[in-house]
């Protein structure tokens, strides 16, 4: 792990159209952490997701889980990760999900003062970024004010679901949870990546609630951890 000073300087074009599974893994650079939530160094999505013998739980590092509503009908944009996605292929999950990266611009690295406030732009940035990516959304139908922070969320867990009991891959994140509502999904233009994203559904909580029930369907650890908490809690 890097862990000389963190520069939150924008330095680097990001063309994920230009990359491979194998390049993101290689080539971006998360932002890993202390148990506080503290940046304190980098590394490369490869070695920040690895489970082994030296670390068991991977590397702590910064993540985030969009969720995109539909206000008119109440339904949730869900993803189905592509088949070809090194982690976790193949499960439904919410709409958006990955890094903050070292050296984008506009920068995508937080600051405790960041998080104090609420503002998170750092995070909402590669949501942008990603969404484009992942989905085809054009970054001006996402205007940043619309983003909510709901929490943070730091989980670990291994890939199980797709790579077995004894996965070399898994996930150990302090998650930053964003809802971003749309009056009607017609709003959205959405064209899925076809190296990112297999299928994507409008779903409502009932549909929703039977998909998680069918034994056929995989889904992300950390989808099932916020829907239960945030999503299908009526407290």
Request: charged share 25%; glycine share 4%; aromatic share 10%.
């Given at each position: 792990?890097?862990?000389?000073?963190?520069?939150?300087?924008?330095?680097?074009?990001?063309?994920?159209?230009?990359?491979?599974q194998?390049?993101?893994m290689?080539?971006d650079?998360?932002?890993?952490?202390?148990?506080?939530?503290?940046?304190?160094?980098?590394?490369?999505?490869r070695?920040?997701?690895?489970?082994?013998?030296?670390?068991?739980?991977?590397?702590?590092?910064?993540?985030?889980?969009?969720?995109?509503?539909?206000?008119?009908?109440?339904?949730?944009?869900?993803?189905?990760?592509?088949?070809?996605?090194?982690?976790?292929?193949?499960?439904?999950t919410?709409?958006?999900?990955?890094?903050?990266?070292?050296?984008m611009?506009?920068s995508?690295?937080?600051?405790?003062?960041?998080?104090?406030?609420?503002?998170?732009?750092?995070?909402?940035?590669?949501?942008?970024?990603?969404?484009?990516?992942?989905?085809?959304?054009?970054?001006?139908?996402?205007?940043?004010?619309?983003?909510?922070?709901?929490?943070?969320?730091?989980?670990?867990?291994?890939?199980?679901?797709?790579?077995?009991?004894k996965?070399?891959?898994?996930?150990?994140?302090?998650?930053y949870?964003?809802?971003?509502?749309?009056?009607?999904?017609?709003?959205?233009?959405?064209?899925?990546?076809?190296?990112?994203?297999?299928?994507?559904?409008?779903?409502?909580?009932?549909?929703?609630?039977?998909?998680?029930?069918?034994?056929?369907?995989?889904?992300?650890?950390?989808?099932?951890?916020?829907?239960?908490?945030?999503?299908?809690?009526?407290?």
């Amino acid at each position: 792990m890097t862990t000389s000073s963190i520069s939150t300087d924008a330095t680097t074009k990001w063309d994920g159209n230009a990359m491979s599974q194998l390049d993101f893994m290689e080539k971006d650079t998360v932002l890993v952490l202390d148990n506080k939530d503290n940046v304190i160094g980098s590394e490369s999505k490869r070695a920040s997701h690895e489970f082994n013998a030296k670390q068991p739980r991977a590397v702590l590092h910064r993540a985030f889980s969009v969720f995109i509503f539909d206000e008119s009908t109440g339904e949730l944009l869900l993803q189905q990760r592509a088949s070809s996605k090194i982690t976790f292929p193949s499960v439904w999950t919410n709409t958006c999900c990955s890094h903050p990266l070292h050296g984008m611009s506009p920068s995508e690295v937080d600051t405790p003062e960041d998080v104090a406030n609420g503002t998170v732009n750092g995070v909402k940035y590669a949501a942008i970024r990603k969404l484009d990516h992942e989905l085809g959304i054009p970054a001006d139908q996402l205007p940043i004010e619309k983003f909510k922070f709901l929490a943070r969320l730091h989980y670990w867990a291994a890939d199980t679901v797709t790579h077995g009991p004894k996965s070399p891959w898994g996930e150990h994140e302090i998650d930053y949870v964003l809802f971003f509502t749309v009056p009607t999904k017609d709003a959205l233009t959405i064209r899925p990546h076809p190296d990112e994203v297999d299928d994507v559904k409008w779903v409502t909580k009932s549909k929703l609630v039977s998909m998680m029930n069918d034994p056929k369907l995989l889904f992300s650890p950390w989808f099932r951890i916020i829907v239960t908490k945030w999503a299908l809690n009526d407290g």
